[in-house]
């Protein structure tokens, strides 16, 4: 679109307003003076041309103003502030963007001759500074998304932290769909590996981290276009093929035809950038960048590893930063790529003037008003990759590709995959096609081409009038080989080839007159592509989020439940479990001081025998381990019953956990009783120990020894077994019954043996014959002495009468009946003994159970070791049951931890997506048509 023409339009049809110049500022009117001064000059050279940006911005101001008296000549005063306003008391018009802004100027400003140059620089400016945000905006945006992290762990299942972007990149809707992003998968960018082989190959953290390599990429590439955009300067790369006449068009361009060495053997293996001498003084010189820096430079013998390296290190002040060679020189420095990284090749460009008396001049491509521009011969494409790499990396500091393709070979691979590479912000390239005048089919060739062109560039096939250029003139036959001398010989084989003049006049208008086009549109194509990247991926990673949402909150409202109907089942378990335990532990301590409290209520026939009292000690140890026994006999009887019953409550807690947690629960354990209760009760019997005096051996009662003097008369044997009965109420009835019934056991089983009644019947004839002693334990000796004294008694009767009776008698008597009683005393202490030395020991046997709590404490003891046998399973049970409730809250917490990850995502992308959309939308209204 062509401003004037338009404004001119409009102008006639449109008078809306009519502004005074005496509204506007002395500020405004001294910036416009400033304009008009810049513009006169600019104009004089050339109608067409821009005038250059520092010449013209004013720094602050923003206004667009009518200036009546400047010969109704509207000024503007342009400022690098977008957003303009209009005032209609201060007649001061503003825009909201560079594109409105051209309708209101022509709208406001009636039949004013607006100069070109002025509005074009306004929009140009405009347009910089609205992409220059947008680069900041979307530079901040990458940075965010840079913050995704792939997961440090190996495994991709592990957990991630809440505040951790979760981030799906599935490789081939992403690399189907995105432009710059695209992961590319291209090894040495020619085995282009098989995308579902790598897909598998890859898990989602090595494609993050493939992505941040990107990511990284376009940070850096988004930094070298916003010094682009700015920069004043204009780099255009000469690229293509090896061998295919770069050199050759690079040579033609300036009109210098032996500048850059030519040869049919490759031959430019350096950058060779070439500028004009008056950058350098006007001095024509070869600035060589070392590949080695100088010891004495700022970076002190440093190697450069890059020609971007190599840009930011040379410095033209700085004689360090380079070594200096005449320009003769440089078919020699062309080969020393292992010297040099790059050359910087100042000349004095041919400018050509034509027309009567130089009134038209035509301006030379590097020297001109407008811009400072570069020409960049690079070696071939197909060289090595190393130099491949470094031609395509170049790209970030380039604002136009001339590339050139040989009509012999057409596009190769290497090709191809640069023009892709570069077409991510370049919509429109340089296609210039060497060696056509080798082709005999020209139009077939032609039609080859401009078809691959489409498919790569199809902005700039749509234009191919413009953008691609099939040369046919070769060059002079004296360019081959020539070893030097003439620079400064314009004479070049395209001079009179139309198709040449089209190329340069199309290459001139482009890179000077369309400097939207060339400088600003590689920025907003490459913001275009990035920001709808990053919308593509916020839509699809939002969409697997909300999807993910879904399926995440169906698996927790479903565990839920089951963890709180797991809690309390298991509580139930548990609880039936610890009944179990505790009814076996109360049964086990019941029985066992059951058993101990009845262990002395035995059958007193058990008791040892009474052997006389030449056995008497024997006797008593005995009897004394026979007490013993009875009592470790009950303690046996209360282990056993502890062990049965444990027995069968293992089993039981066993089945319970079975049938709760299935066949595996303690099937590789098995339950062993014999192992219960295997400590020796030494100790326990230890704390039974009774000391045995004298005493124990008697004990004598009236009643007892009325019995035994009167042999048995005056007590009947039933009322012994009854007085037996009760005599378990007390400790001397129980001694009793104990007699009685050892008594009334051996009379009943000999009633009418006449031995009996003497007593004789405890022991066989033989015992008492061996051990005559046994007949203490008889009422013989009663009855000896019985006889002795009644003798005696009838005796005195028979001899002395009725003197008998008399005090003297009876004074003489009394002596022998004391001595006959203390015998029958004796003898009857003696009989006892059998009845007194178990009475005895039992009393204190009973006694000492009782005072030691015998009882409760082998009970306590043995539902100790109940309790804890019965731990072992229970333990086992409610370790599982808690490892099967953490396992499903584990995942509950997973799950979790997921939804709170996916939502901190969701939220993340939708902020990417609402700035990124919004950016795309800004950067769509600015309109680059206009020039
Ligand atoms: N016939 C014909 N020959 C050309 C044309 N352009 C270049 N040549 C010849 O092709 C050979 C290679 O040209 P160069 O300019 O050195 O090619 P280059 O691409 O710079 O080569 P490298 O720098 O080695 O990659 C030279 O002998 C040129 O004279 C053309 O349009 N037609």
């Known amino acids: 679109m062509n401003p004037s023409k338009d404004e001119s339009k409009k102008n006639g049809k449109e008078n809306t307003q009519n502004n ?10 001294n910036n416009n003076n400033n304009n008009n001064n810049n513009n006169n000059k600019t104009n004089q050279l050339n109608a067409n041309s821009m005038v250059d940006d ?79 945000r947008s680069i900041n905006q979307t530079l901040d945006i990458l940075r965010k998304v840079s913050l995704i992290q792939p997961t440090k762990s190996n495994n991709s299942s592990e957990q991630k932290s809440t505040d951790q972007i979760k981030f799906t990149y599935p490789l081939t809707q992403m690399n189907e769909n995105l432009n710059i992003l695209k992961l590319d998968l291209k090894i040495n960018h020619r085995m282009n590996t098989s995308l579902s082989s790598t897909t598998s190959n890859l898990n989602n953290d090595s494609l993050t981290n493939l992505f941040h390599f990107q990511l990284t990429q376009s940070l850096n590439h988004l930094n070298s276009l916003k010094i682009r955009v700015n920069d004043i300067n204009s780099k255009v790369l000469i690229t293509g093929d090896i061998n295919t006449g770069k050199s050759n068009l690079c040579n033609s361009l300036l009109k210098k035809k032996k500048l850059l060495p030519e040869d049919q053997l490759p031959c430019t293996k350096l950058f060779c950038e070439i500028r004009e001498a008056s950058e350098n003084n006007g001095i024509q010189q070869i600035h060589a960048i070392p590949i080695k820096t100088s010891d004495s430079s700022t970076l002190r013998g440093a190697t450069l590893h890059s020609v971007k390296d190599a840009n930011e290190f040379y410095n033209i002040n700085s004689s360090t930063t380079y070594e200096v ?9 062309v080969y020393q790529n292992d010297k040099y990284i790059l050359l910087k090749i100042y000349i004095k460009e041919n400018i050509k003037q034509t027309g009567e008396n130089n009134v038209a001049i035509e301006k030379s491509l590097l020297k001109n008003n407008i811009m400072n521009i570069s020409l ?63 082709i005999h089919d020209k139009e077939r060739c032609r039609k080859l081409i401009l078809d691959q062109i489409k498919d790569l560039s199809p902005e700039t096939h749509k234009r191919s009038s413009e953008f691609i250029h099939f040369l046919s003139s070769a060059p002079d036959s004296d360019h081959e080989g020539d070893d030097g001398g003439d620079y400064d010989n314009d004479d070049d084989a395209n001079n009179d080839d139309p198709d040449f003049d089209h190329l340069q006049t199309s290459l001139k208008n482009f890179i000077l007159k369309k400097r939207a086009e060339s400088k600003l549109l590689p920025a907003k194509t490459y913001l275009c592509r990035i920001l709808d990247d990053l919308i593509f991926i916020s839509n699809f990673n939002i969409k697997q989020f909300e999807n993910d949402y879904l399926n995440l909150k169906s698996e ?49 026939i058990d008791l040892p025998n009474y052997t006389g009292i030449v056995n008497l000690y024997e006797f008593v140890l005995k009897t004394q381990i026979f007490i013993k026994n009875q009592i470790l006999n009950s303690l046996n009887e209360a282990e056993q019953f502890a062990k049965d019953s444990t027995i ?54 009236w009643t007892g020894f009325i019995s035994y003097v009167t042999c048995g008369l005056f007590q009947p044997f039933n009322k012994r077994i009854k007085s037996g009965s009760a005599s378990e109420k007390n400790d001397r009835n129980k001694s009793q019954a104990m007699q009685d019934s050892k008594q009334v056991t051996t009379q009943i089983k000999s009633t009418s043996n006449a031995l009996t009644k003497l007593g004789l019947n405890n022991y066989s004839m033989d015992q008492y014959w061996l051990n005559p002693s046994l007949l203490f334990s008889s009422k013989i000796p009663a009855m000896a002495v019985y006889s002795v004294g009644g003798a005696k008694a009838l005796e005195s009767i028979l001899f002395n009468g ?70 072992v399973p229970s333990r086992s049970i409610l370790t599982t049951c808690d490892i099967n409730l953490d396992q499903k809250q584990g995942t509950r917490r997973e799950i979790e931890s997921k939804i709170a990850c996916n939502n901190t995502s969701m939220t993340f992308f939708k902020q990417i997506l609402d700035r990124s959309t919004k950016q795309r939308t800004l950067i769509d209204s600015i309109s680059l048509d206009i020039d």
Not at 325 to 333: A, S, V
Not at 414 to 438: M, R
Not at 588 to 602: A, D, G, M, P, V
């Open 20 to 29: 005074t110049s005496g509204n506007v500022n002395s500020n405004n009117n």
């Open 54 to 132: 520092n010449s013209t911005i004013a720094p602050n101001a923003i206004y667009y103003t009518h200036d009546r008296s400047s010969n109704n000549h509207a000024r503007s005063i342009i400022s690098d502030t977008t957003t303009l306003h209009h005032d209609t008391n201060t007649n001061i018009t503003t825009f909201n963007n560079a594109t409105s802004s051209i309708n209101s100027i022509t709208t406001n400003n009636n039949n004013n001759d607006i100069s070109n140059s002025d509005l074009s620089q306004w929009v140009y400016n405009n347009n910089r500074l609205s992409l220059n």
């Open 325 to 333: 060679f005449p320009l003769d020189t440089l078919k020699e420095l």
């Open 376 to 438: 960049i011969d690079s070696p071939g494409l197909n060289v090595d990759s190393i130099q491949t790499t470094e031609i395509m990396s170049r790209q970030e500091e380039i604002d136009l590709v001339i590339f050139v393709i040989n009509a012999e070979n057409q596009l190769t691979l290497s090709a191809k995959d640069f023009i892709n590479l570069a077409s991510n912000e370049k919509k429109l390239i340089f296609f210039v096609v060497k060696k056509f005048d080798k």
């Open 556 to 604: 927790l409202d479903k565990i839920q439940p089951e963890i709180n109907n797991k809690k309390i089942h298991f509580q139930r378990l548990n609880n039936n479990i610890d009944a179990l335990i505790e009814n076996t532990i109360d049964s086990c301590s019941k029985f066992t001081r059951q058993k101990i409290e009845n262990s002395l209520n035995f059958q007193f």
């Open 648 to 701: 069968k409550s293992v089993e039981t807690i066993v089945e319970l956990g079975k049938a709760e947690l299935g066949d595996e629960f303690m099937s590789n354990r098995s339950f062993n009783s014999n192992l219960m209760f295997t400590k020796v009760h030494h100790n326990d019997i230890k704390a039974l120990y009774i000391p045995l005096s004298f005493k124990d051996m008697v004990s004598p009662s």
């Open 802 to 871: 009725i003197k008998f009776f008399s005090w003297d008698i009876i004074k003489h008597s009394i002596g022998p009946i004391f001595l006959t009683a203390s015998v029958l005393a004796a003898a009857y202490l003696i009989q006892d003994i059998s009845r007194a030395v178990p009475f005895n020991l039992l009393i204190k046997y009973e006694t000492k159970l009782k005072e030691k709590n015998y009882g409760q404490l082998n009970a306590d003891r043995i539902t100790r070791e109940v309790r804890n046998v019965l731990r």
